[in-house]
């Protein structure tokens, strides 16, 4: 069904199907978004992400498709406008962890290339899909809105898991880029960088960083939580910051300070 003419704006949000994504999802919803929900995965935690989106007012779909695949990404934008009739937001959250932490001298090209094709490659095109399709859509761009979700390692050295920062401070730097190519058109880019959020992804170094934040890592001295990032996801492409575009978001408890 073409919701074309039912008024409500509509966000692609990629990485949904859990953690953070999953919360951005539950927020957007909760302020009239319907959507269109990504993840490499479908199963019964997609499944329950979905219902409980319809459940908070949305409507919504759901696509299986790996952002590392360049020529799925416009069959994420088609599901859109097939479905919605417009394409207001895309929320970049989509991404992986290294998968063995370890000595920079020996990341290989294969584990390189795994985190970049995700990471930086596949977010870049999927948002330079989008940017076009927004741009060609007929419909007034100003107010839409690009989200990149990023890290605090776009700025903080892990040397355990070095791919991994290369592929978030690329990220980065693509934010600002889209920003200005963006600008004219009245889409802001953004980029957010959570820090410790206590996520599935985060799972296997709990005990390690917990630690680190009770000893003071942090200034604020807890985890985050999904949901946190999830409503600085929600300031953004609400358009509650309409003089700003490029910015960093920290959503880290104040990691990011420096301190002496």
């Given at each position: 069904m073409n919701q074309h003419s039912n008024g409500r704006k509509v966000?692609?949000?990629?990485?949904?199907?859990?953690g953070i994504g999953r919360a951005a999802a539950f927020e957007l919803a909760r302020h009239g978004f319907d959507l269109v929900l990504n993840d490499v995965v479908e199963d019964e935690t997609s499944r329950e992400t979905l219902a409980r989106v319809e459940a908070l007012g949305a409507q919504a779909r759901f696509i299986r498709a790996d952002i590392a695949e360049l020529a799925m990404h416009d069959a994420i934008a088609d599901l859109a406008y097939r479905e919605f009739g417009r394409l207001d937001a895309l929320v970049n959250n989509a991404g992986i962890q290294?998968?063995?932490?370890?000595?920079?001298?020996d990341v290989t090209p294969a584990r390189f290339d795994e985190i970049i094709d995700i990471n930086l490659r596949g977010n870049f095109f999927l948002t330079q899909t989008i940017s076009r399709r927004m741009l060609e859509?007929?419909?007034?761009?100003?107010?839409?809105?690009?989200?990149?979700?990023?890290?605090?390692?776009?700025?903080?050295?892990?040397?355990?898991?070095?791919?991994y920062c290369?592929?978030?401070?690329?990220?980065?730097?693509?934010?600002?880029?889209?920003?200005?190519?963006?600008?004219?058109?009245?889409?802001?880019?953004?980029?957010?960088?959570?820090?410790?959020?206590?996520?599935?992804?985060?799972?296997?170094?709990?005990?390690?960083?917990?630690?680190?934040?009770?000893?003071?890592?942090?200034?604020?001295?807890?985890?985050?939580?999904?949901?946190?990032?999830?409503?600085?996801?929600?300031?953004?492409?609400?358009?509650?910051?309409?003089?700003?575009?490029?910015?960093?978001?920290?959503?880290?408890?104040?990691?990011?300070?420096?301190?002496l």
């Open positions: 966000a692609i949000i990629t990485g949904a199907r859990r290294v998968r063995d932490r370890g000595d920079l001298l859509d007929g419909r007034p761009t100003t107010g839409r809105s690009i989200v990149m979700l990023t890290s605090s390692n776009a700025e903080l050295i892990s040397v355990e898991k070095g791919e290369v592929s978030k401070s690329g990220l980065s730097m693509a934010a600002k880029l889209f920003a200005v190519r963006l600008a004219e058109a009245g889409i802001g880019v953004f980029e957010i960088r959570p820090g410790l959020i206590r996520t599935d992804m985060t799972a296997d170094v709990r005990e390690h960083y917990g630690r680190l934040i009770d000893e003071g890592l942090s200034p604020v001295r807890r985890w985050g939580e999904p949901e946190e990032v999830g409503r600085a996801v929600a300031t953004l492409v609400l358009g509650l910051l309409p003089f700003a575009t490029g910015i960093a978001v920290d959503i880290d408890g104040g990691l990011l300070l420096p301190r």
